[in-house]
């Protein structure tokens, strides 16, 4: 899951002296509860297996472009799944994996293959790409090489540099709006839970299952708000704090980025004997910033600047999997001058291929449209500088990753009051280090929603804890979509604790594999939310 947060949209765009109004139309109001959405004639499954998954199925659904007008222009939303086999039936299992601008064709074969055969057997596991992604039409791609390599520093240390990374966030929004101006004020959260309700219907089921990872925990509570009579259970794994959409998540956001990579550089100097940069953390976190100087002057193949260096390493924030990978390629680098490691790390885990423009593209398009965001780049500027001096990994290459903001050509929503005491038992699951959705999401969430129960990872600093090889965590979800189980605990903000993996080892040889159920898992999560 490449991730970040987003927030704030005015009405009116404040850059380089300049104002541009908003359109009307964009911008306008719309019914919080449009015609409710008729059953629809049934779906036409058809076998798409994969030799992963064999027993994976897909269809098409055709849903309102505007909810409030079901009538009105249609788009169409690609399903798959994996039918239930066991006598016991509960019902479609709808899962999503994040992003925004995740694809969720795939995790659902993932889950039902790496959830217990038995409870797996009971569920219609649904996967879907949201409007505007992937196999959905139309599908988004506002700007084909956005992130192709060398892109300007990050770090805007001349006012050169910071009009360079200006002048590409301005045009990622133009290139956007000129493109798909009759689409963009229909792509957000809202609309896309509305679409989550349309697939329960187009399913014949009276209330749905939905289990979601990262910004599929904040689609998943948005859901529920709309449509609380519908909702039988609710998995939340890696929860989006509720309270801080957008802008504020991506600043604290910020700072837990910071903490899991020098925890990934205190790994390192804990592993000195494998790779030889030192077992002192601050020197091997001054080697790593000394590197990024260097590729800023010199990019390693042509391919890896300052801004691709931290596009690598930003994975390692969510899964801790892949450090031995971004160590080698790391102490290669520092050590002997060998840039080959690097581009391949690069490529393998920082470089955005077509999906990735179009991952990119309905992120952008969607928190732009959720919520307010700053129009006046005076804001991005002083709030980026200040986290900076604390958080200097990655403060401000999150802050252009979500700059078209700034100049978004939609208005913008307000974000969802998730809090609900509507709902059945819902399950949350949180890792104390999460750098992508920190903590304190989950305990809001805890909070927010009533008869809620939290399952803490202490310790672990993943995204996305659950089907990844933590026993502990799975039995609490097992337990819950067999029969509705919840652990309660005896106060705290947790109700049920368990202890996070061990970290990696250093690879055993360069050409060791990273295929595991974690691996796989977050393969298929949509980075930055």
Not at 113 to 139: C, E, H, K, N
Not at 338 to 344: A, I, Q
Not at 346 to 361: I, P, R
Not at 386 to 402: G, H, I, Q, R, S
Request: glycine share 10%; aromatic share 10%.
């Amino acid at each position: 899951m490449r991730q970040r947060a987003a927030v704030l949209c005015g009405a009116a765009v404040i850059a380089a002296g300049t104002v541009t109004a908003v359109p009307a139309d964009a911008s306008a109001p719309r019914p919080a509860h449009p015609a409710p959405v008729a059953p629809a004639a049934g779906l036409h499954w058809e076998k798409c297996a994969t030799e992963d998954y064999p027993t994976l199925q897909c269809a098409s659904l055709e849903v309102p472009l505007d909810h409030a007008r079901p009538r009105g222009r249609r788009i169409t939303l690609a399903l798959s799944r994996v039918p239930h086999t066991a006598g016991t039936y509960q019902g479609p299992l709808l899962v999503n994996p994040g992003g925004p601008g995740g694809s969720g064709l795939t995790l659902a074969g993932f889950v039902a293959s790496s959830l217990p055969a038995r409870v797996a057997a009971q569920y219609d596991v649904i996967g879907f790409d949201p409007r505007g992604v992937g196999r959905s039409t139309p599908a988004l791609d506002c700007l084909p090489g956005h992130f192709d390599p060398v892109r300007p520093d990050s770090l805007p240390d001349t006012p050169d540099v910071e009009q360079a990374n200006l002048a590409r966030a301005e045009s990622f929004a133009d290139a956007c709006g000129e493109k798909y101006a009759d689409v963009l004020p229909y792509i957000d959260t809202v609309d896309a839970a509305r679409d989550v309700d349309a697939i329960r219907a187009a399913l014949g089921a009276e209330k749905l299952n939905y289990f979601g990872y990262s910004y599929g925990t904040y689609l998943g509570a948005v859901y529920a708000k709309l449509h609380p009579d519908r909702v039988r259970r609710l998995v939340l794994d890696s929860v989006v704090g509720p309270d801080d959409v957008w802008y504020d998540a991506n600043l604290n956001q910020d700072l837990a980025f910071n903490d899991r990579h020098r925890a990934f550089l205190a790994w390192i100097a804990e592993h000195d004997a494998a790779y030889g940069l030192g077992s002192d953390p601050e020197r091997v976190e001054a080697a790593w910033y000394a590197m990024r100087t260097a590729l800023a002057k010199r990019p390693a193949g042509g391919k890896v600047g300052a801004s691709e260096l931290e596009d690598t390493y930003m994975p390692g924030g969510y899964y801790n999997g892949y450090w031995p990978y971004l160590a080698e390629a790391f102490a290669s680098y520092a050590k002997d001058e060998d840039t080959g490691p690097l581009v391949e790390a690069y490529e393998n885990f920082g470089a955005l291929d077509a999906s990735g423009d179009n991952g990119y593209s309905v992120y952008t398009a969607v928190q732009c449209r959720d919520a307010a965001w700053p129009r006046d780049w005076d804001e991005w500027r002083d709030d980026s500088w200040d986290l900076y001096e604390k958080a200097p990994f990655m403060v401000w290459n999150n802050a252009w990753y979500n700059a078209p903001c700034a100049f978004w050509p939609t208005g913008s929503g307000q974000p969802v009051d998730v809090a609900n005491g509507e709902l059945p038992p819902v399950l949350l699951f949180q890792a104390t280090g999460d750098a992508a959705t920190p903590y304190e999401g989950g305990v809001a969430a805890h909070r927010l929603l009533r008869d809620s129960a939290l399952v803490v990872e202490e310790g672990g600093g993943n995204h996305g804890i659950t089907l990844s090889g933590n026993d502990c965590l799975d039995e609490h979800l097992a337990a819950y979509l067999t029969d509705g189980t919840v652990p309660r605990g005896g106060g705290g903000e947790a109700d049920a604790v368990c202890q996070a993996l061990p970290d990696p080892k250093p690879l055993e040889s360069k050409a060791a594999s990273t295929s595991s159920r974690g691996s796989t898992l977050h393969g298929l999560l949509g980075f930055r939310r």
